[in-house]
Structures are given as C-alpha cells and as structure tokens.
C-alpha cells in the first residue's frame, strides 16, 4: 500500500485528530477516575493496566500525538498576523504543558512509612522499588484529631531533615500543606497505628520478656519450638489488649490468644478454657505466656515527590491562558468600526415582467424561419 506523503501530513494537521485525541485522553481520565490508581506492581502492568493509568503506554501516546498535531496545525496555519501569532503562542502553552508532564514522569513519586520517633532514608516507588534521598527523614512526633465519629479530622507530622550528621531543617507536615527540601516536595498522605506488645514466656525453669511486633519470631527451644506474632489488638471484643500467636514445633501448630486481663476473663467465665482452649496460655505444654501491655505508637506516611516539569508546565499554562485572554481582546481584522467610503452604487434595473419570455419565443421565430 502506498502512502501518500501529502495526505499523512493533512491527517496530521486536522482538526478531526485533534477532536478524536481529546476524546481519548478524556475517556483515559475518566478511567484513572473509575479505578483506583495504585502505587506498586511491574512496570508492565503500569504500562498496560488501569490501575497506574497517567503512566501507562496509552496515555503518553496519546499525548504525543496531540503535541505532534498541534506542532502541525502551527506550522501549516500559521500566517504573521496579530491573532495568528497569538493562536501560536496559545498552542505553544499547550505543548509546553505536555512536556512539563512527560519530563515530570522522568522525576520520582512514592512514599516513607516512618514510626513515630525514628529515621528513616529510603522511598518506596510506585513500581515497588526503593530510591534514597540522600538524606534522612525523622518523624520527631505525630498527632491525629478526630471528629466526633471516629474518623480523623486532621494529622499532622513534624519532620526532622538530617543530613552529615546534623539538621538541615525542620517542617510540619499536614494535609494540603507540603514542605520542600533537597529539590522534594514532602506532603502528608496516609498514617496507621503500631501496635507492639511486652510478652513473658515461662517453660517451667525460666521466665524470659520480650518486646514484640506484628510478624515477629519468637524461639522458644533449640529443638524449633517458636512463636510467630500473628495479630495484636488493643482492644479484642471488649476484652482488653490480646495477642495472637501461631505457636510452631514439634507437636504441630496451634494458635494461642494471650490476653492481659485473662484473671478477669476467667473469673467472669469459669468454664472459659473448657469451651475456647485456645484462650488458656497454658495450654502449650510445657510454655506459659503472658502479656504484661500493649504499646502503640504512630507510623506516618509521608508522600515523596520530585517533578523537574512543574516550572515548564507552570510556565506553558501561564502562555496559553494569557494567549487566549488576548485572542478574545483583540478584535478580528476587518471586524473594526472603522468608516466606510461611500460609494454610488447604480441601481440595476429590474427586467418588467414578461420581457424574459419574449426574448425567448423571438429567438424560437428566427430559428424556425427559412
């Protein structure tokens, strides 16, 4: 099939592609609004799928082919005229918006999950890797209000900058008010609530404590015996702060609910153990546990963003709403009040009726005569 050079630079320039384009970065957007954009997962699946739709394959395509027909229609409409120059510069705003958003995928967006009271220097990207900063993010303290329901009406972080040894500054984070530092922009996205629990385990000969979190080990013999934390609640069905271990060995495995209050729950229920022996923390022969309390603390969820595009696409959107702002001041050529010479205009005589006719059955007459 042969291809004609003219019509693939007509199609390019017309206004039907830049209609169709619009269309399918509009139906892209609606789709980044129906799914859920989540962080994580290959680079092809961010590519391909829904769920990281402003950094797949398909919308910088479609951008790309909007900066190409854009590029087009400029160059083969552009003629050195007032509002010709100022459609140029209209369409030089848009361009330079694209490429602020294609340079500032090139930057780097993800997140720090810092405990309250620690430091922590590396960021989890959106396709699950990790990056450094350069330096470290302490979150010094965390502070959540709540409304009346339960739900949090505003959290905020103070966060530490450190860097060769020392504070290179300090920022209160909260949501809709980031902090910059080092070229980053840090804002206030997600937190959640460390639990940890101090266990005492007893085999009979002695008694050990320990300071345990959610996924830990805890070795209970060199024969294998361990306990792995599975859960820690606060508060478990009104019955006070609990732990849950899954206990792993020789025998088996069997789950063990270690409550702090189990006197209590054992005084008020005195068949407790006959009907959940998995609440007597005893019943793993020969171990006792016991939880001594439960500690919670606050893990803060820092968003980490760096876009060198924002200064391009901040200017390129300035260019195009001052262009357009212009495009509707300035009057159209030839749409000006200016006067108009008079001139006398001869007025054409209107044939009388009939004299059409005539003419025609004179000439019928002539071509009839010998």
């Given at each position: ?32 609004t ?22 797949s ?109 020392g504070?290179?500054g ?49 070795p ?88 060198p ?11 195009f709403?001052?262009s ?47």
């Amino acid at each position: 099939m042969k291809v004609n050079g003219e019509g693939l630079l007509k199609f390019l320039s017309s206004l039907k592609l830049t209609v169709g384009l619009l269309l399918i970065i509009s139906a892209i957007c609606l789709i980044g609004t129906l799914f859920p954009q989540m962080s994580g997962g290959s680079r092809i699946a961010a590519l391909l799928g829904p769920y990281d739709i402003f950094h797949s394959i398909w919308f910088m395509a479609a951008g790309f082919l909007l900066c190409a027909n854009l590029i087009m229609c400029m160059s083969r409409r552009l003629k050195l005229k007032r509002r010709s120059i100022l459609m140029l510069l209209l369409h030089a705003g848009i361009l330079l918006v694209i490429a602020g958003y294609a340079l500032g995928a090139l930057g780097l967006d993800g997140i720090m999950e810092i405990p309250e009271g620690e430091t922590v220097s590396g960021v989890r990207l959106r396709d699950g890797s990790s990056a450094e900063l350069g330096f470290s993010v302490k979150c010094e303290r965390f502070s959540v209000d709540y409304y009346e329901n339960g739900m949090p009406r505003e959290y905020v972080s103070d966060l530490a900058f450190l860097k060769d040894g020392g504070v290179a500054g300090r920022a209160q984070v909260r949501v809709n008010h980031p902090a910059d530092m080092g070229g980053f922009s840090f804002y206030q996205q997600s937190f959640r609530l460390n639990l940890s629990a101090l266990l005492s385990v007893s085999d009979g000969q002695s008694k050990t404590a320990v300071r345990v979190s959610e996924g830990d080990i805890i070795p209970l013999s060199a024969a294998g015996d361990r306990a792995r934390v599975v859960k820690i609640w606060h508060d478990l069905m009104h019955a006070g702060p609990a732990v849950k271990l899954m206990i792993e060995g020789v025998q088996g495995e069997r789950l063990l609910w270690v409550f702090q209050n189990i006197e209590e729950l054992k005084n008020s229920s005195p068949d407790l153990f006959e009907k959940m022996p998995g609440f007597d923390p005893s019943s793993v022969k020969p171990y006792t546990f016991a939880c001594e309390g439960i500690h919670h603390t606050f893990i803060t969820g820092i968003g980490v963003r760096r876009d060198p595009g924002m200064p391009l696409a901040g200017a390129g959107g300035a260019i195009f709403l001052v262009s357009l702002l212009l495009v509707y001041l300035i009057p159209r050529s030839g749409s000006s009040s200016a006067p108009q010479t008079s001139q006398a205009v001869t007025p054409r005589t209107a044939p009388k009726k009939g004299t059409a006719r005539s003419v025609r059955v004179k000439a019928k007459a002539k071509r009839a005569a010998p």
